[in-house]
């Protein structure tokens, strides 16, 4: 089955640093191009960054310079390095793939929650 999981949320405070992990199967690692989103409560959903098969990263301007997309392809494993996080970055960040080129994500994972006080 294919799938994404993500990890590592949790709430901290302002300033602070968090790492996500979305693990994916090798069918969408290898296949698709992949991308954080977040949701915060009573907002639309937002992507955060993107990544190309070729690793080329697009961020948010709301995030660039504070976070930080990688891959560990040995582990078929997507992370999302956050840093001098801030109260409006709470949200439920989710992992999502989709075809690279194309509008819109195939798969997504549960999402994972991320707290930010102030």
């Known amino acids: 089955q294919e799938e994404l999981m993500e990890s590592g949320g949790g709430s901290v405070q302002s300033g602070g640093s968090l790492r996500l992990s979305c693990a994916a199967s090798?069918?969408?690692?290898?296949?698709?191009?992949m991308a954080w989103l977040r949701q915060a409560p009573g907002k639309e959903r937002e992507g955060v960054v993107t990544?190309?098969?070729?690793?080329?990263?697009s961020y948010a301007d709301s995030v660039k310079g504070r976070f930080t997309i990688s891959q560990d392809n040995a582990k078929n494993t997507l992370y999302l390095q956050m840093n001098s996080l801030k109260p409006e970055d709470t949200a439920m960040y989710f992992c999502?793939?989709?075809?690279?080129?194309?509008?819109?994500?195939?798969?997504w994972g549960q999402g994972t929650q991320v707290t930010v006080s102030s």
């Open positions: 999502a793939a989709g075809r690279c080129g194309y509008y819109g994500y195939d798969y």
């Open positions: 990544i190309d098969m070729d690793g080329t990263p």
């Open positions: 090798k069918f969408i690692y290898r296949s698709y191009c």
